[in-house]
C-alpha cells in the first residue's frame, strides 16, 4: 500500500517525520533510483528506498524505544549541536546513540530542566506534536516578583505572541520568596509554542529565573535525578498512547 515517503522513514525508525522531510528536501533519499520529492509515494512492498544509497528496507527498522529524561541544565534537546554542546542524545547508554531515529519529542530550552521523551517512534512523535492534540504538561516556575492577581488572570487567558493566541492555562502561585525577589509558579500548558512561558513571564514583567517541566500528560519526572533516563513500561506507553488518542478536543481550562 502506498504512503507518503516521510511516514514510511519514520515507521521505520530512520528519523521524526520532521526529520524525514528534511532528509527528503536535502536529496538524500531516493525511490527506484529517482531523487525523491517531499510528498511523494511509495509502496515499501514494491519500491526500491534509499538512503544515502543505501537500500532500506522493513527489516532494518530498529526495535522502538520509548525513554523519560529528566533533562538537565545546560543541554541541547537536539540529536547533534554545530556548536559542540551536549545533546540529550549524549546522556543516552552508548550502545543506544547509534541506534537509528531516537530523537527528542519536541524541545526544552538550553537552560531549562525536566521531563522530555525520546524515541524513534516517528507516528508517536507526530501525534503528540500535531496542534489537534493537546497533552497537558506541568511545569514548575520561578520568576522575578510577585505577580498580581490580575498579572495571572491575564497569564491564563493567555498573551498573543507572534499574533497567535494561545490555548488558556492554568496558572497558579505555589509560594513567593520572602523578600518579594521571586515567586515559584505551577503552570499546566496543552500547547507548546516556542519558548511559551519565557516568552509571556518576560512581556508581563516577572522573567523567569528557573524552568523545570514535571510532567508530559500522565508522565512524571520526580523519580529522576537529572540527567537520567528510564525506559518506559508497556502500561506507562498505553497510558500516554490512551491520552493522545483522547486529547483531540480543547476545553476552556481557566473555567
Do not use: F
Not at 531516493?30 to 525523491?36: E, L, P
Amino acid at each position: 500500500m502506498e504512503e507518503r515517503l516521510q511516514k514510511i522513514l519514520s515507521q521505520w525508525g530512520v528519523a521524526s517525520r520532521r526529520g524525514a522531510e528534511g532528509l527528503i528536501q536535502a536529496g538524500r533519499v531516493s525511490v527506484n533510483g529517482t531523487v525523491a520529492e517531499l510528498g511523494q509515494k511509495a509502496d515499501p512492498q514494491r519500491d526500491r528506498i534509499q538512503l544515502d544509497g543505501r537500500e532500506l528496507t522493513p527489516r532494518d527498522r530498529p526495535p522502538a524505544y520509548y525513554g523519560l529524561l529528566n533533562k538537565p541544565l545546560r543541554t541541547m534537546s537536539t540529536c547533534h549541536d554545530p556548536q559542540g554542546r551536549r545533546t540529550v542524545i549524549d546522556l543516552l547508554p552508548s550502545a543506544l546513540q547509534q541506534a537509528s531515529g531516537i530523537h527528542p519529542v519536541g524541545r526544552l530550552d538550553y537552560n531549562s530542566t525536566g521531563a522530555l521523551l525520546l524515541t524513534n517512534d516517528g507516528d508517536l512523535t507526530y501525534q503528540l506534536t500535531h496542534p489537534r492534540h493537546h497533552i497537558a504538561k506541568t511545569y514548575r516556575v520561578i520568576v522575578r516578583g510577585q505577580p498580581s492577581p490580575d498579572i495571572i488572570k491575564q497569564w491564563q487567558r493567555g498573551v498573543r505572541l507572534d499574533g497567535h493566541q494561545p490555548v488558556p492555562a492554568k496558572v497558579r502561585i505555589v509560594s513567593s520568596g520572602k523578600s518579594s525577589a521571586h515567586t515559584e509558579l505551577e503552570i499546566v500548558l496543552w500547547e507548546g509554542r516556542n519558548r511559551q512561558i519565557r516568552r509571556t513571564a518576560e512581556l508581563l514583567g516577572h522573567p523567569v529565573k528557573q524552568l523545570h517541566r514535571l510532567s508530559i500528560g500522565p508522565l512524571q519526572v520526580n523519580h529522576l535525578k537529572s540527567g537520567q533516563i528510564h525506559s518506559l513500561t508497556p502500561q506507562e506507553l498505553k497510558q500516554l498512547q490512551d491520552v493522545v488518542m483522547n486529547t483531540a478536543d480543547v476545553r476552556n481550562v481557566t473555567e
